[in-house]
């Protein structure tokens, strides 16, 4: 039998491994400059700014640290998590091109949930992320500072 293409790999620096599966798992990671996200806590930056947005995240080694968007990161479902918790990252949900067009939806959908006179709280950095950073707050990012609110109409 005649086969099309066949592309012929070939290996030539191979090592036995003698462990369990999970240690092979472990081993690939590294190999690989990879390593598994446990959980992402708090973000900063502009969700509308994609190159300005930071994410501090815990891996399963305990480290943590602040990280920038990316793709590698975006693509994890930690991040998919994170992001579908809190409000203000609903761009982060969709492509960069796409984005605007959902929030354009999103802001064209009428208030149906709340009452005149029902009180809510508002975090800071709905009045702007570059202001929200000037105001050097304690745990910033760690804590969310609002604002009590009240609808009036």
């Known amino acids: 039998m005649v086969m099309g293409n066949v592309t012929r790999l070939h290996v030539t620096r191979l090592k036995l491994f003698v462990g369990t599966r999970e240690e092979a798992y472990k081993v690939a990671l590294l190999d690989a400059d990879q390593f598994v996200i446990y959980k992402i806590h708090y973000w900063r930056g502009d969700p509308?700014?994609?190159?300005?947005?930071?994410?501090?995240?815990?891996f399963t080694d305990g480290d943590c640290v602040l990280l920038p968007y990316s793709k590698d990161l975006s693509s994890s479902v930690q991040f998919d998590e994170f992001i579908h918790s809190e409000p203000q990252l609903f761009p982060l949900r969709f492509n960069s091109n796409d984005a605007p067009k959902r929030i354009t939806v999103l802001k064209r959908q009428p208030i149906t949930s709340v009452n005149v006179g029902d009180t809510f709280f508002l975090d800071l950095r709905y009045f702007g992320y570059s202001w929200y950073d000037s105001l050097n707050l304690p745990d910033a990012y760690v804590t969310t500072h609002v604002v009590a609110c009240e609808y009036v109409d």
């Open 48 to 58: 509308n700014k994609r190159s300005e947005m930071f994410f501090y995240t815990e």
